[in-house]
C-alpha cells in the first residue's frame, strides 16, 4: 500500500462505546496529525506528532485519546464521545522540517457518527 | 494568529467557463500558502502551493494560483472548468518555517453545470 491509510472509513458507536481510528503511513514521514472536518466548519487540528511525540494538542477533550507508537501508525481511541463528535477524521503526515514548505498528505478519512 | 479567509462558500460555473476561487491571508511577513482540493468521500489533496519562488503558481489539473502581496491574496483559477472538477477547495497558511500544522479556511465548493 501506498500513501495514508485510515481505517475503519465508517463507524458508527454508541455515547459508552470504546472504539479507536487507526492511520499508517507507507510515506518515510516524521510527523503525523489528526485533523476533525465538520460540516461547515474550517479543518481543526486536534494532535500532532513528530517523532513520536506529541508537539501539538488543541485543546481536545479528553475523551479524545491519541497514541503514536511508532512513526508509521497513529491511533485515535474514543470514549464516552457526544453527538457533536459526528465528523469525518482525517489523518495526514509530513516530512516536518526546517521547511515550511513542507506539504501534509491525508488519508481519506474515517467518517463517524455517535448516536 | 496566522489565518486565512475564503470568499464564497459555493461556486457554480458553466462547464467551459473560468474557474475563480478566492483566498485572503493574514500575516505579516510572507506566508507559506497551498490549495488543497477533496473530492467525495475522499481525502484532501495537494492541487499547488506557493514557497516565494515564483508568484504565480501551476498545480495539477490545470489549476493556478497567484500570489500578490499587496493584496494579501492567494486566489485560484482555471480558464476552462471541467465536470471534474466539482469538489471542495480548501486554502492553507503556514506563517512560519518549523511551523508543523496548516490553517485552512472554509472551503469552497464547486459545482459545474453542463
Known amino acids: 500500500e501506498t500513501g495514508v491509510t485510515q481505517t475503519p472509513r465508517h463507524l458508527v458507536m454508541g455515547m459508552t462505546n470504546k472504539k479507536s481510528l487507526k492511520c499508517e503511513q507507507h510515506l518515510g514521514h516524521n510527523a503525523m496529525y489528526w485533523y476533525k472536518q465538520s460540516a461547515k466548519k474550517p479543518l481543526e487540528l486536534m494532535f500532532v506528532y513528530s517523532l513520536e511525540e506529541r508537539v501539538e494538542n488543541n485543546s481536545v477533550p479528553s475523551r479524545f485519546s491519541p497514541e503514536c507508537p511508532n512513526s508509521s501508525h497513529l491511533f485515535l481511541h474514543l470514549h464516552t464521545l457526544q453527538p457533536e463528535d459526528s465528523a469525518l477524521y482525517l489523518c495526514?503526515?509530513?516530512?516536518?522540517?526546517?521547511?515550511?514548505?513542507?506539504?501534509?498528505?491525508f488519508g481519506a478519512g474515517s467518517r463517524l457518527t455517535v448516536l | 494568529a496566522q489565518s486565512v479567509t475564503q470568499l464564497g462558500s459555493h461556486v457554480s460555473v458553466s462547464e467551459g467557463a473560468l474557474v475563480l476561487l478566492r483566498c485572503n491571508y493574514s500575516?505579516?511577513?510572507?506566508?507559506?500558502l497551498f490549495w488543497y482540493v477533496q473530492y467525495p468521500n475522499q481525502g484532501l489533496q495537494l492541487l499547488l502551493k506557493?514557497?516565494?519562488?515564483?508568484?504565480l503558481v501551476k498545480g495539477i489539473n490545470g489549476f493556478e494560483a497567484e500570489f500578490k502581496k499587496s493584496e494579501t491574496s492567494f486566489h485560484l483559477t482555471k480558464p476552462s472548468a471541467h465536470m471534474s472538477d466539482a469538489a471542495e477547495y480548501f486554502c492553507?497558511?503556514?506563517?512560519?518555517?518549523?511551523?508543523?500544522?496548516?490553517?485552512f479556511g472554509a472551503g469552497t465548493t464547486v459545482t459545474v453545470r453542463a
Open positions: 506557493y514557497t516565494s519562488a515564483a508568484t
Open positions: 492553507a497558511v503556514r506563517i512560519f518555517s518549523n511551523d508543523y500544522k496548516l490553517s
Open positions: 500575516s505579516s511577513v510572507p506566508p507559506y
Open positions: 495526514a503526515s509530513s516530512q516536518a522540517g526546517t521547511s515550511g514548505a513542507n506539504v501534509l498528505t
